[in-house]
């Protein structure tokens, strides 16, 4: 049957007051694909300036959380930004809200525990880019594109598993190397191993509010948007 012109002009209605942005539009993919190289370039070109140095380890340079989560954030912003209506849009929605979780933890342990003025070898524009760029770019995404799915708050819950997993495999490499990424990881530097699990406690606790806060923000807009696609006079169930 045939789109009556009510019905196209109030389709277009909502589309006006909708305050989140599509996934589909060509700016949104476009800044997608910019971010999305540019935290990949990062992590590359950061590579590249310590590859030569006699001291350097690609398994050590590939064990740092904030490696890994820019490189994955980096995969997931130009996916979503070169196809963004295939494949399960629940699974897609999923995987963007544990990559804000995860560069906001990026973000925040940073700024709260390593944030010393010590950049070591990392180069200054990578530093701003991973830790400061990157998780802004992920949160600011998830609070302005609308979501296609829903995120369950058990499902919201399992995005500590990745952070779990990590943390296990730190541990136990560096009780076997005694390299640890980072200082709070290592009980030397945290105060003994007590204070280890102080700051393990505090960091989970902290992922889980911010996995529960992310997954109802994606939520809530969602709601929102069903409910200004439902005709007048009917309700959401």
């Known amino acids: 049957m045939p789109r009556t012109g009510s019905s196209r002009v109030s389709r277009w209605k909502r589309e006006v007051s909708d305050p989140m942005l599509s ?18 370039t990062a992590v590359g070109r950061q590579f590249l300036a310590e590859v030569g140095l006699p001291q350097f380890s690609p398994v050590n340079f590939f064990s740092y ?3 890994l989560s820019n490189i994955a954030a980096g995969v997931l912003l130009l996916r979503l930004g070169a196809a963004p ?37 990392t180069l200054p524009w990578v530093n701003t880019v991973m830790h400061r760029v990157i998780p ?26 990745v952070p779990l997993v990590y943390v296990t495999y730190a541990l136990v490499r560096g009780a076997v190397t005694g390299w640890f990424p980072y200082p709070f990881l290592r009980p030397g530097g945290a105060g003994g191993v007590d204070g280890v699990v102080l700051h393990l406690v505090v960091m ?34």
Not at 212 to 233: D, F, Q, S, T, Y
């Open 23 to 40: 996934s589909r539009a060509w700016p949104v993919r476009l800044l997608r694909i910019l971010f999305g190289a540019l935290a990949v």
């Open 65 to 67: 959380f904030t490696i």
């Open 85 to 121: 209506g295939r494949d399960g849009h629940a699974v897609l929605e999923w995987w963007r809200g544990g990559m804000t979780v995860y560069m906001a933890t990026t973000g925040i342990v940073f700024a709260l525990l390593l944030d010393d003025g010590d950049l070591g070898l």
């Open 136 to 161: 802004a770019v992920m949160f600011v995404d998830w609070m302005l594109v609308r979501p296609r799915a829903r995120v369950g708050y058990g499902r919201a819950l399992a995005w500590l598993a």
């Open 204 to 237: 989970a606790l902290g992922i889980a509010l911010a996995a529960m806060l992310v997954a109802w923000l994606g939520n809530i807009r969602l709601r929102e948007r069903e409910k200004a696609a439902v005709p007048e006079g009917q309700s959401v169930p």
